[in-house]
């Protein structure tokens, strides 16, 4: 039965090649645009980590005055960052089962050649287990080892686009950079890897560039680095690096591994025995306000999507009804002039709901077709929207995956109904005795 | 004018003519949020920010050996780098910064005026040596910049006491309700930093001119700025000589103390940067309005063709019947008119409505009347202007159509 209609569609659209051009174009439009800003949602929206954002979990602790929270516009909210004494003290449990606590900072590489001026790099300052946490692949060697990061050996993982820069590309491993003019020993190279949002990270935006080096968090005290990030505070501090680092600046990020659901029960608890014990001693002056958020909650807290994502989402959505409703004009026309023909079939025995079944497949055949120019179209929107967006960027941040494909798919079928129900809903209530009797 | 005949025969064939009314609706409903969000992201980039804009260059100074740790050598380094910048020709004035206003990147704090309990103002602020002001462009409209001896002031001076700043007229009104607060005083909510008011200038951005909530919000306190890890300077060209200036700049700080890096971008540059996603999003907009108003006319030629085929021997019996070409070309056109004004008057609603969709979901700006308005007149006439050429070919329908059967 299927094959008989779209026997049937395809003759149709033969005969009317123009019209069925404009609708196919329409369609495609449509479906063009509205594939284009659901992709950019989706990509700024979904999971960056499948499979372990649920075991992955950010640590808040509200370090902040009594007098005041820490956003005002949200109360509620503890900072969306640590300091370093929690950091040290949180750093002590074995609870989790990998832990990580970073920042970003922009460290000087000299290279080796004396022509070549020194450069700034932004690098993460982190543990070890930020790399097994993260799943970041590497290309040539590996991250360094607990004992490296407590022995604050002046090791450092580089990125593939340093790597280029510095060895050509070669294996590197067991090289020297000098970074800050300090000689530092290269433990691994990293495969290009931008998880984008930058989930963990995402205290100046979620579309930052990923790091180019990683260097141990041990080395922060004795080479004084300081974050690029954000750095808040309620109290002023003075002194030296030293004094920085005792105050309650909260600058870090802190991210646990917790692979079940009893693990996650353990840590909250430790952390509510930890922020009490802080409370004794007088350091912590608020109520107790911790949080142990997942990859996704953290996204959606931290409102990562950005508004005009969504606007751009509506609007897309809307113009592609926009372009489906301009084609029930056409549509209407098509079928309705069409109606001896329809009339004949029916007094030879057709019923409504199979003259109404046949048009609306022809409808989809139409929809489908522009579905494809559509999602062929938005390639090239997608591929301008990364200029604008994304310069000099080393991956392309918007790509149409397969959920995508569906995604346009699926919004050219509904398109294809929008268009084409009223249209055929008219068409199978044509009473065939008027156009019989007419020549 | 037969409005009645119209109008009956618009109601007799419904459902026709309410997709066009429902078209126009729908992208009356677009167009203008389209509109008004483009307008709002462009206001933000076009708005006047006080400073001189087109004659501001920007130096970044990444030193990278240790001995400017040194407080006293980065003293002098910083008053060097200044009289080598503001030596060379086409410069008119330079000063140091701690950080580059529109750029993203700054310090902020809370500030409150002494005496009151109102909740701290956000208070961007830029710590700034000599030639502040003439440097920025700004216009003091009310006392004065800092003195020589105020920025030959050591920190440690300034440790416990109040320092002085200027501000912006925005923040003078903000934070103590008046444009001249001169001599008044500034306080941290816990009242262990406080600055006292020296000078107010017109109008002058912090560093996130995105953030609506503190726009023109802007406080210069005068200092020693940057520190080992970086430091800015701000220079001035003399009009129309910012090409020649720029690339002397690098070379004049390199000459000073070359163990640095040295980043040289004019202020307009950093602007378009920290604005570029705004901007993208600007031409996204545009091009979408584009293409909807395009569908829409195509849809409405469409419709209004396809009408006009249905009746054709309607149109050939008025004109056997007398009926002039202008008449048929009046008629049509004003059932198209009619309609879609129909259509405008559903979209007012809808509208409204997709305004406060987006306003709730995605934060986008309030709609003003003025533009609703706008945006239907624009619509109306190009929804007449598509039904054009369907009206005229009526109007060419022979009268001998009346009178043959097919």
Redesign the interface.
Known sequence: MLAYQLRIAANSLRRTPVLSALLVA?IA?GVA?ATTFVTTFHVMASDPIPGKSRQLFYVQVDNWTP??PWD?DRPEEPPDQLSWREVQNLLASDLPARQAASFKA?L?V?PESREE????ALTRVTRPDFFEMFEVPFLYGGPWDAAAEAARSPVVVLGEATNRRLFGGDDSVGRTVRI??RPFTVLGVVAPWAPRPKFYDVTNGALQDPEELYVPLSLTLEMEI?SAGNTSNW??WDGEFADFLESESVWLQMWVELPTAQARQEYEDFLAAYVHEQQQVGRLTRPVNNRLRDVREWMTVSEVVP??A???L??GL??L???S??????L??KFLGRAPEVGVRRALGASRGSVFAQHLVECEVVALLGGAVGLALSTVTLRV?NR??T?GAERELFTLDLTMLGAGVALALAAGIVAGA?PAW?ICRVAPATYLKQ? | MELGPIFRAVMHQK??FW??A??VA??L??VV??VN?ALDLRGKYDRPTGLAEEELITVQV?P?T?ELADEDYRDVVRERDLEALRALPGVEAATAISAIPLSGGGSATGRRARGTED?PSTTPYFVVSSGAVETLGVELVAGRDFTAAELAMRTEDFEGETTPAVVSRAYAEKVFGRPDPIGMVMES??A??SEYVVGVVDRMPNSWPDYEEAAELSVLMSGRPGDH?RAYYMVRAEPGALDAVFPMLDEAVLGVEPRR?VEVRTLLDQKRETF??NL??V??LSA?IA??VF??G??VV??TS?SV?QRRRQIGTRRALGATQGAILRYFLVENWLVIGLGLALGVGLTYG?NY??AE????PKLGWELLAGGAVVLWAAGLAAALWPALRAARVAPVVATRT?
Do not use: W
């Open positions: 329409g439009l645009v007098d005041r005002r922009n000087t000299h001026r020194p450069f700034r800050e003019d300081r109290k002023p508004p005009e969504k606007t751009m509506i609007i809307l113009f009804l926009v372009c409703i301009n084609l029930i004009g056409i209407l026309g929207l604008l967006f310069e009223y008219r020549q | 459902g026709r997709l066009v429902l078209e729908i992208t409903a677009i949020n389209c969000l990444e990278y240790e909740e909510s816990e262990d930093s890890r890096i570029a996603a993208a999003l031409k996204i979408i293409l909807l569908v829409t195509l849809g469409g419709l396809f085929t997709l969709a987006l979901a995605a934060a986008a097919v």
